[in-house]
């Protein structure tokens, strides 16, 4: 791991009753009263938060959007720690908060918060917050966990995201041939929305005229001669 940063904490100095908010290499943790009571167990807690390298990481099970995800040199991986207390599930929620610059074009909501697993697997955390209280895209991402571990902070844009900016997913839905009065064209449907357009005009045939005489001339019967499209379908 790179940039690692821990603080031993003295549990006689915090009160049992309240949060404690600690901050370690720009990543401020908090946690609630509920554990901080279980820290007053020990006298002295190591708590650590350390940026780590992206290729040490067991990343295996993660699917082709993460992997792609995790590529972009915006993305980080953090190992969050703490000894001096049971180091499974908390019980409650640990509060943690990162400094995030939105890039051009991003969205908010595309800041995706991941718990990687053991096992390489990229578990998506539930209600992450982008705070950006100047609006000048410099904000914070807060989010909450029950155990600590490796957690990734990136940005995974979703197809629907995609839409709203303009960028559609587009299939054949309908292609028709031109006709002799008719333009030929094509539509195309966004897999993700009801967005469609219609591309690939072609202009009309026009007739294709022949003579044809109706009906048959006899000795005594006269007929005539009329123009009709030889064009399938006219």
């Avoid at 957690?151 to 709203?164: F, L, N, P, S, V």
């Avoid at 002799?180 to 966004?190: F, K, L, M, N, W």
Wanted: aromatic residues 12%; glycine residues 8%.
């Amino acid at each position: 791991a790179k940039n690692v940063k821990e603080a031993i904490v003295d549990t006689s100095k915090i009160d049992g009753d309240k949060a404690f908010k600690i901050q370690l290499d720009g990543a401020d943790i908090e946690f609630p009263a509920s554990v901080v009571a279980e820290m007053k167990y020990n006298d002295s807690v190591n708590i650590s938060a350390a940026e780590a390298d992206k290729n040490s990481i067991n990343t295996d099970s993660a699917d082709e959007d993460q992997k792609a995800a995790l590529e972009n040199e915006n993305t980080k991986i953090y190992d969050f720690g703490v000894e001096g207390i049971y180091t499974g599930y908390f019980g409650d929620y640990v509060t943690i908060t990162l400094p995030y610059t939105l890039g051009e074009d991003e969205d908010p909501e595309g800041i995706v918060i991941w718990y990687i697993s053991d096992s390489g697997e990229l578990v998506e955390v539930e209600d992450v917050l982008f705070v950006d209280e100047d609006g000048d895209g410099e904000g914070q991402v807060v989010f909450k966990v029950e155990h600590f571990s490796y957690y990734a902070m990136a940005y995974c844009e979703t197809a629907e995201m995609k839409c709203r900016r303009g960028y559609h997913d587009m299939v054949t839905v309908e292609t028709v041939k031109p006709e002799c009065e008719y333009h030929g064209y094509t539509t195309y449907r966004c897999k993700h929305c009801a967005y469609s357009e219609t591309r690939d005009l072609q202009i009309p045939t026009g007739h294709k005229w022949g003579e044809k005489q109706q009906p048959d001339v006899s000795c005594t019967n006269g007929g005539y001669v009329y123009s009709e499209c030889q064009n399938e379908g006219c």
